[in-house]
Nanobody
């Protein structure tokens, strides 16, 4: 069974930093793109940043220059380094992975359970 498990969320002061991690576990044949989304209270889930298996990235304009996405293919893990955090970054952060599990060999997108990031003084 494939699972995505996020870690690294928490409470941080404005201007601070956090690093989120998301590890994919289970019998996986291949992982394609991985990404981070976030959902603030009363708002729709939005893309924060994504990265392909080859390392190409894209990110939302609101986080450009502050957030960096990276991945370790050997560990099936994606990271989100978040710097210069503001209260507007407060949200539940979800990772996802477009992957092909060995059990079914059917490619689809999997989601993590989410991790809370709160930026407040």
């Amino acid at each position: 069974q494939v699972q995505l498990v996020e870690s690294g969320g928490g409470l941080v002061q404005p201007g601070g930093s956090l690093r989120l991690s998301c590890a994919a576990s289970g019998r996986i044949f291949s992982i394609y793109a991985m990404g981070w989304y976030r959902q603030a209270p009363g708002k729709q889930r939005e893309l924060v940043a994504a990265i392909t298996s080859g390392g190409s990235t894209n990110s939302a304009d609101s986080v450009k220059g502050r957030f960096t996405i990276s991945r370790d293919n050997a560990k099936n893990t994606v990271y989100l380094q978040m710097n210069s955090l503001t209260p507007e970054d407060t949200a539940v952060y979800y990772c996802n992975a477009d992957l092909r599990p060995i059990a079914t060999m059917s490619r689809r997108v999997y989601w993590g359970q989410g991790t809370q990031v709160t930026v407040s003084s």
